[in-house]
C-alpha cells in the first residue's frame, strides 16, 4: 500500500475537519479522503456480546474463521476469485466483545468488495467440512501454545488477576481444548444468528474515492443489517487478591517467561489513563526505558523485558503488565532485580527529562502510525469505539503534551503497587526456585 508523508502538526490540525460522518440505519460510517491515488482501505466493527465466562470467544473465532470459506450464494473458491481478480484484501478478526473488518480495494472495485463483505458477515455458508478443518487448525494451535512459555506464562498471570467472566481472563488451554472439542457446528451456526449483527457498527473509509459513491455502497449492502439482541455479561475489573506466584512447568526449555502484573481500576475514556501511560512508558516502553537500561544492559540478565497496560477499554479495566525473559541460572536474580526496579521507579517517581522524552516519542509514532491509510482507518475506529469523538484524531498529541510532572507521579503512585504484584513463569523453572516461598 502506497503511503503518504506523516502529517505534521499543522496537517493534524486538519484532519477532523476533513472527516465526513453519515449514519446509515444502524451504521455510523466515517470517511476521510487523503493523497493516495485509486486506493481505498476500510476498518470496521460490530459488537457481538459473547459470553466470555463460558469460553464463547473461541466460539466467535471458530465463526470467524469461516467468514471466507463461502457464502450462501457463492463457494470460498468464488470468493477468493472475486477478490483476487479485483487484487483487494478482506479480512475479519474476532476482538474479544468485537468482530473487527479490514479491507482494501481499488477505488472503481470498492461497491463490489463491500457487497461482498456484507455478504460474507450476513450470509456465511457454514460448510460442515471447512468447520472441522478449521476447528482442526484451531485446536493445532493450541496444542502447540502449550509448549509457548509466553502464552503460557501470560495466561497463568491472568488467571490471577480476573475472574473467569471478565474479557482478559484467558482460560487453561486444555480447558480451551475441551471446549473446542464439544462445538458442534450447530453451535456455530447458533452463535451467528444470535450474536451478529449491526450493534455499534461502525466503518471507517480512508483513501481515494467518490463520498456519493461510497454512501450508496454503504446504504445499499448494510442499511438493513439489524442489530442482534445479545446483551453483554461480563466483569468490568480484575480483583484485588493477596500476590500469589504460579509456575507453569514446561520440560527442556532454555529461557522462562515471566510475567508480574496487578489489576488496575481505570478505564481507556479516564482522565488517569494517558498519565498511567506515560509514567509505564519511563518503566518500561521502548529500549531507553529503565528496565532495559538497568536489567538488561547493566547487569545482563535478560535480552528482553518490557511493561505495559495492557487489555484496557473503555468497557473494563485492565492490568499493568511486565514481562522479562530469563534463562534458568538466571531466575531467581532476575526476577528480583526487576522488582528492585519497579520499586524503586515507583518510590522516586518519573523525572522531567524522562516525561518530556517519552511525550516526544509517544507523540512522534502516532504521527507515524497516521502516515498511512490503514493507520488512519484504524486510528478513527479504536477512538470511535472508545466513544470519543472524531477531533480526538488531532487532539491525542495536545492531551500528551498537556500532561504534566505531577500528574504522571500522581497517577503512578495511586494505580502502580509493587506489593500486590502477582508474578506467573512457565518454562523449565529449578525445583528450588518453584518450592522457595
Not at 278 to 296: E, P, T
Request: charged share 25%; hydrophobic share 40%; glycine share 6%.
Amino acid at each position: 500500500m502506497r503511503s503518504f508523508d506523516p502529517p505534521t502538526d499543522s496537517a493534524l490540525e486538519a484532519l477532523a475537519d476533513r472527516v465526513q460522518e453519515h449514519t446509515i440505519g444502524a451504521c455510523r460510517l466515517l470517511t476521510l479522503r487523503t493523497p493516495v491515488e485509486s486506493v481505498v482501505t476500510w476498518r470496521g466493527s460490530f459488537k457481538t456480546n459473547p459470553d466470555v465466562g463460558m469460553d464463547d470467544d473461541l466460539v466467535q473465532s471458530l465463526v470467524v474463521s469461516l467468514l471466507d470459506k463461502g457464502t450462501k450464494h457463492r463457494d470460498r473458491f468464488a470468493l477468493a476469485e472475486l477478490l483476487e481478480d479485483r487484487g483487494a484484501q478482506v479480512e475479519f478478526a474476532s476482538d474479544g466483545l468485537y468482530v473487527d473488518i479490514a479491507g482494501r480495494a481499488l477505488t472503481e472495485d470498492v461497491s463490489d468488495v463491500l457487497a461482498l463483505v456484507a455478504e460474507q458477515l450476513r450470509d456465511p455458508l457454514f460448510d460442515a467440512d471447512e468447520f472441522q478443518k478449521a476447528r482442526a487448525r484451531i485446536g493445532a494451535n493450541l496444542q502447540r501454545s502449550l509448549e509457548n512459555t509466553g502464552a503460557q506464562a501470560t495466561g497463568a498471570l491472568t488467571r490471577s488477576i480476573y475472574p473467569a467472566n471478565h474479557p482478559n481472563y484467558i482460560p487453561p488451554t486444555v480447558d480451551r481444548l475441551r471446549r473446542l472439542e464439544s462445538t458442534h457446528i450447530d453451535e456455530i451456526r447458533a452463535f451467528h444468528d444470535r450474536h451478529f449483527g449491526a450493534n455499534e457498527f461502525i466503518l471507517v473509509v480512508v483513501g481515494d474515492f467518490d463520498e456519493t459513491a461510497i454512501v450508496s455502497a454503504v446504504r445499499q449492502h448494510f442499511e438493513d443489517w439489524e442489530p442482534h439482541d445479545a446483551v453483554a455479561n461480563f466483569a468490568t475489573s480484575g480483583r484485588h487478591d493477596d500476590p500469589q506466584r504460579v509456575i507453569v512447568p514446561i520440560p527442556d526449555k532454555q529461557n522462562v517467561d515471566v510475567r508480574i502484573g496487578h489489576a488496575l481500576d481505570f478505564r481507556r475514556n479516564e482522565p488517569d489513563y494517558i498519565p498511567a501511560y506515560l509514567a509505564n512508558y519511563v518503566l518500561g516502553g521502548n529500549f531507553s526505558a529503565r528496565l532495559m537500561q538497568i536489567v538488561r544492559d547493566e547487569l545482563g540478565l535478560t535480552y528482553g523485558i518490557r511493561s505495559g497496560l495492557y487489555g484496557i477499554t473503555s468497557d473494563y479495566s485492565g492490568h499493568w503488565h511486565i514481562s522479562v525473559t530469563l534463562s534458568e541460572e538466571h531466575i531467581e536474580r532476575g526476577v528480583e532485580e526487576t522488582m528492585n526496579v519497579v520499586r524503586q521507579f515507583v518510590e522516586d517517581g518519573v523525572t522531567a527529562e524522562e516525561l518530556e522524552d517519552k511525550k516526544t516519542t509517544i507523540i512522534g509514532s502516532y504521527k507515524v502510525g497516521l502516515g498511512t491509510t490503514s493507520g488512519l482507518a484504524a486510528t478513527l475506529l479504536k477512538n470511535a469505539e472508545r466513544g470519543f469523538d472524531v477531533e480526538y484524531l488531532d487532539r491525542f498529541p495536545d492531551e500528551v503534551r498537556s500532561i504534566r510532572l505531577d500528574d504522571a507521579n500522581d497517577v503512578l503512585r495511586r494505580h502502580f503497587h509493587p506489593g500486590q504484584l502477582h508474578t506467573a513463569l512457565a518454562g523449565s523453572v529449578p525445583e528450588s526456585y518453584a518450592l522457595r516461598d
